[in-house]
């Protein structure tokens, strides 16, 4: 390049900018900062958790997937592969990150104890052992081995479970198989409702 | 359904009754409009409302809530009566042939058999006239006068249109275009699908609501065809799967049954639940039942279930009774329950009839929810004014609130309405402490363990003996190894199963839930998969995650040719007989090593191979459907039989009669339904929805309005028997009031999504009015259709 064609390069690049100054941006480019925060993000497929059409999502988080980086979800949208939404998301799926992030979710275990009006925050292993115990208390009292002719029953009538439809599978035969282990006939979902 | 979101596009009538998917199912409902805009398609709405689907349709058709079922059967008349029937279809593959049992009787709105005291039929008389071999009796003339054909087209007689609209309130001329229109599909290159929701189950005969439709749909020989079928829009994104795995009191996974007091044994109970073949050389899917349910055993029980102890058998608990959810609260509010676990479901809110909820959880010694949410239903002992009226310090229930983690912040698969198993990735950690449910139910199971190890007890086998040694971590079972276990293992060699056509009965073999075979093979994860390419253009995608069973898309695709083997439209081909083979473009519905006339049996999960017009015993109320009133009737008759007014099966637990309001006190039918922006009680935590829509409302129509004198955005209250609740007026002409049996029926709308413990304004929810009553069969609460009074009131 020799000093007239430094000269003349740098005033394209004067006329450049000043269009960009004009706002007469190509829309490719006016789209790139957006483009540019998506592909720092990490990027998670998923499918919307609220009617059973079972809409395809892509949802965005920081985290750099270090070690001591928190991976935050900031940003859902429809995934334009799937068959079904084919990108598209309803009011309610648009909105799923409010959902996510809501300042309504629960945190820690909790017990409100009898006749008392607050929560107490308590420890996963306090959780489970006052759980357990209650249960063997009320299983132990009330469980049904024979019914009146005499045939093995081994039910537990006294307990009884509303299981999510929200879950996924493996954590419904998880429910399935802790609920009958235990006796647990009155078992149902929302599936009726 | 049996077919699946994309395949509606392939219909030529699409019609939406029972359910408003422009409203609750917004993006499945752009197959509808893809339908109309590429396949010339019609959209018919009938609902009691002009919703967001029927602002859409070609034609739009009101009815009272609660009457579909004289709609349909009318509807079944004019097709008969005009000869709008597929009727080769019809032969070949209906029970519309087969003979049924002589003292099969039906009068004045009762059928044979039933027993006034406990409100339950004998059922022997629904059933067919069997030979010497124990087969059932055909008549191919269609000339003997108990003929399932015969007998139909005399039971559905009585429904002229006249008739139905007197019941229904729909205007005679709407009645005829729907008619006209759904009729148009009997031809062969023709299909409609039907799409129902909650507006068809909330009836204390949805069922047999449902089995109406189904009736059209065999008559005009749409079920097992490209656009075609029967297709429930379900309302969770995983109530399919929830479902799946059997979690209802009476199921095991895969739609196998938990026992009861009669199978006394494991030999009985197979007995019971292997059925026979009633015609000759049929498939009889379920003869296959003692390999499913044996090899779930082995993966609920692992290697204490043997042959010894019949697999376990006598470790699962048998029921006496059904206790649903219902019979539960009802159980609670007797005093005779002290535990309950509520898992991701906010019962007060959607159990009904909340005050007496709220009195039956009173009465619980402990109480654990599990949910991502802060729910009305964790808080249930504090006082929130007018809306949860109670003394904290009265309440003796211990309550465990856990979080949970939500769908972004687990691994799994569920499953939507087309039975399509999707996997999905966490995306990011849970707040606090959360934990995923099967990782607290571990939790809690292994501490069971503890205890009965320590202080013995009752009954410790099972708590020792159930599988949950094969997990890496049995205090946290991962997605994935639980997802293989669901699938299924060869237990000789350790190997993923391709197909539960591999199930043995002899304890060789281990599967959670037969459907599911298939699902994560030697192969891998046939759920993640993720090719979306149609090669055949008409919405199959055989490469995008996995179609349970079989990853078949079309449910019952033999129906789909003729007993030859031909496609009764080649426009519609889903499979096909050539050169004596099967091809197609989804995986046939039967054994595709067997040629076209072996094979012409394509309903293979029912012992006869055919469609039933006639439904034998399945049902409570009988084996046709039948109109009858809700419980509570706005007309307080029934034109068809005033001594049997409304379903005589249903149940009526002790002191619940009491709770039923009548027409004169309560003169306005009150229907429940679901917002665009809104889900059910989830999203009055999100802002944005909780922006967009702030409250709930009562919709009514201008002329109750102006009787009333309300106006728009007034307070009003509105009243059951069961409780009042103070709300908006929102006044529409979506709503018109209906001539009915000689007077005017005026019908109230409620959205469901009240809540007062969330980002939405405080609101009541609408179970305060709500009647427990429920379908006979399935107990599905009568949400759609009960009595109110309404009035104009003072705000809060």
Redesign the interface.
């Known amino acids: 390049m020799d000093r007239r064609q430094f000269f003349k390069l740098c005033a394209c690049g004067a006329t450049t900018s000043a269009i960009s100054a004009l706002g007469l941006m190509p829309g490719t480019a006016m789209a790139a900062p957006r483009e540019y925060k998506l592909l720092k993000a990490?990027e998670?497929?998923?499918?919307?958790?609220?009617?059973?059409?079972?809409?395809?999502l892509l949802?965005y988080?920081y985290?750099s997937n270090g070690k001591n980086a928190?991976?935050?979800?900031f940003h859902?949208e429809g995934d334009a592969?799937?068959?079904?939404?084919r990108g598209?998301?309803?009011?309610?799926?648009?909105?799923?990150v409010?959902?996510?992030n809501?300042?309504?979710?629960?945190?820690?275990?909790?017990?409100?104890?009898?006749?008392?009006?607050e929560?107490k925050r308590i420890s996963?292993n306090e959780?489970?052992?006052?759980?357990?115990?209650?249960?063997?208390d009320?299983?132990?009292e009330?469980?049904i081995?024979k019914?009146s002719?005499g045939?093995?029953?081994?039910?537990?009538?006294?307990?009884?479970?509303?299981?999510?439809?929200?879950?996924?599978?493996?954590?419904?035969?998880?429910?399935?198989?802790?609920a009958?282990?235990?006796?647990?006939?009155?078992?149902?979902?929302?599936?009726?409702? | 359904m049996t077919n699946h979101?994309?395949d509606i596009k392939n219909a030529n009538v699409v019609v939406i009754m029972g359910g408003n998917a422009a409203e609750?199912?917004?993006?499945?409902f752009?197959?509808v409009t893809e339908a109309m805009e590429h396949n010339n398609a019609k959209l018919v709405v009938v609902d009691p409302r002009f919703n967001r689907s029927a602002a859409l349709a070609d034609c739009y058709a009101p009815l009272r809530s609660g009457t579909d079922i004289a709609f349909l059967l009318g509807l079944c008349r004019y097709l008969i009566e005009t000869k709008q029937v597929n009727y080769e279809y019809v032969k070949a593959y209906t029970n519309a042939s087969y003979i049924i049992r002589e003292d099969f009787e039906f009068n004045e709105g009762l059928f044979s058999g039933f027993d006034d005291k406990s409100r339950t039929y004998d059922k022997d008389s629904w059933y067919y006239e069997l030979d010497e071999d124990g087969y059932a009796k055909v008549d191919e003339t269609y000339e003997h006068p108990r003929c399932v054909w015969n007998l139909l087209k005399h039971h559905v007689d009585r429904y002229d249109f006249e008739t139905v609209s007197n019941i229904t309130g729909t205007p005679v001329e709407d009645y005829e275009k729907v008619c006209a229109l759904i009729g148009s599909t009997h031809v062969h290159d023709k299909a409609a699908t039907f799409m129902y929701a909650l507006g068809w189950t909330h009836h204390t005969k949805g069922a047999q609501n449902i089995r109406s439709m189904a009736l059209v749909q065999l008559l005009l020989g749409n079920i097992g065809v490209l656009g075609g079928g029967v297709n429930a829009?379900?309302?969770?994104?995983?109530?399919?799967?929830?479902?799946?795995?059997?979690?209802?009191?009476q199921n095991?996974?895969g739609y196998l049954k938990?026992p009861n007091?009669n199978d006394?044994d494991l030999s009985t109970y197979l007995e019971n639940y292997t059925p026979k073949a009633l015609r000759p050389g049929q498939t009889n899917y379920w003869s296959n039942y003692p390999k499913f349910f044996i090899s779930q055993m082995k993966s609920?029980w692992g290697e204490n279930a043997t042959a010894a102890n019949n697999f376990g058998y006598?470790?699962?608990?048998?029921?006496?009774l059904q206790?649903?959810?219902t019979?539960?609260i009802d159980?609670?509010y007797k005093g005779?329950?002290?535990?309950?676990?509520?898992?991701?479901?906010n019962?007060i809110n959607?159990?009904p009839n909340r005050n007496k909820t709220l009195a039956a959880l009173c009465k619980l010694?402990?109480l654990?929810v599990?949910?991502?949410?802060?729910t009305e239903t964790?808080v249930f002992?504090?006082k929130a004014g007018e809306f949860n009226d109670v003394q904290?310090?009265?309440?003796?229930?211990?309550?465990?609130?856990?979080?949970?983690t939500?769908?972004?912040?687990?691994?799994?698969?569920?499953?939507?309405?087309?039975r399509?198993?999707?996997w999905?990735?966490?995306?990011?950690?849970p707040?606090?402490?959360?934990?995923?449910?099967?990782e607290i139910?571990?939790?809690?199971?292994?501490?069971?363990r503890?205890?009965?190890k320590a202080?013995g007890?009752?009954?410790p086998e099972?708590?020792e003996?159930?599988?949950w040694a094969g997990y890496h971590n049995p205090h946290f079972?991962h997605?994935e190894e639980?997802?293989k276990?669901?699938n299924g293992i060869d237990l000789k060699t350790g190997k993923q199963l391709d197909s539960f056509s591999q199930l043995k009965d002899d304890g060789s073999t281990s599967c959670?839930?037969w459907i599911?075979s298939g699902s994560w093979t030697e192969d891998g994860n046939m759920m993640a998969r993720?090719d979306?390419s149609?090669t055949s253009g008409k919405?199959i995608?055989p490469g995008?995650a996995f179609s349970w069973p079989q990853n078949r898309r079309v449910l019952y695709n033999r129906a789909s040719c003729d007993v030859n083997g031909k496609p009764w439209d080649p426009k519609r081909m889903i499979l096909e007989w050539n050169h004596g083979k099967w091809h197609g473009i989804d995986v046939g519905d039967f054994n595709m090593t067997l040629p076209p006339k072996e094979s012409a049996h394509p309903f293979i999960m029912q012992p006869e191979g055919v469609g039933r017009f006639f439904s034998l015993k399945m049902l409570a109320e009988g084996p046709f459907p039948e109109h009858y009133e809700p419980m509570e009737s706005p007309i307080g008759t029934n034109p068809l039989h005033p001594n049997v007014v409304s379903n005589p099966a249903v149940r009526l637990l002790e002191g619940v009669e009491e709770t039923l309001g009548s027409h004169t006190e309560f003169p306005y039918v009150c229907t429940t339904y679901s917002l665009?922006?809104?889900?059910n009680f989830?999203?009055i935590?999100?802002?944005?929805?909780a922006i967009?829509m702030p409250e709930t409302f009562v919709e009514l129509d201008e002329i109750l309005a102006a009787k009333k004198g309300i106006a728009n955005g007034d307070w009003v209250k509105v009243s059951s028997k069961r409780g009042s609740l103070l709300t908006k007026a929102l006044v529409t002409k979506r709503l018109q009031p209906l001539k009915v049996h000689g007077q005017m029926v005026h019908t109230v709308g409620l959205p469901r999504h009240g809540g007062h413990?969330?980002?939405t304004r405080r609101s009541y929810s609408c179970n305060v009015l709500t009647t427990e009553v429920?379908d006979a069969n399935?107990?599905?609460?009568e949400?759609k259709a009960f009595l109110v009074d309404i009035a104009k009131a003072e705000g809060v």
């Open positions: 990490k998670t497929r998923n499918n919307c958790c609220y009617c059973s059409v079972g809409c395809g949802m988080s985290g928190e991976k935050a979800i859902i592969d799937h068959p079904v939404n598209a998301l309803c009011p309610k799926g648009a909105g799923l409010d959902y996510v809501s300042p309504n979710r629960n945190h820690f275990p909790e017990v409100r104890e009898p006749g008392t009006n929560w996963w959780a489970f052992s006052r759980i357990a115990r209650l249960m063997k009320d299983r132990d009330n469980f081995e019914n002719d045939t093995t029953v081994n039910r537990w009538l006294s307990t009884g479970m509303m299981t999510s439809s929200a879950q996924p599978n493996e954590g419904g035969f998880i429910t399935h198989k802790f009958r282990s235990l006796g647990l006939v009155a078992i149902d979902t929302i599936a009726r409702n | 979101w994309i609750a199912h917004p993006v499945g752009g197959w829009l379900r309302g969770h994104s995983n109530v399919q799967g929830a479902t799946d795995m059997g979690l209802l009191c095991l996974p938990l007091d006394t609920f006598d470790w699962l608990p048998k029921w006496d206790y649903d959810y019979k539960h159980m609670m005779q329950v002290n535990g309950y676990f509520v898992q991701g479901v019962a959607s159990m010694k402990y654990v599990m949910d991502p949410l802060a964790s002992w504090q904290p310090s009265e309440i003796q229930t211990e309550v465990f609130r856990l979080p949970t939500l769908f972004a912040e687990e691994e799994g698969c569920i499953v939507n309405s087309g399509w198993m999707q999905h990735w966490k995306g990011a950690n707040p606090g402490e959360s934990k995923p449910d099967a139910l571990s939790g809690i199971l292994m501490k069971l503890e205890l009965y202080e007890g009752v009954l099972p708590i003996a159930v599988n079972p997605g639980v997802a276990e669901l959670g839930c599911y993720r979306n149609d919405g995608t995008w665009t922006e809104h889900f989830w999203t935590h999100c802002r944005l929805a967009s413990n969330a980002l429920g399935t107990q599905v609460p949400f």
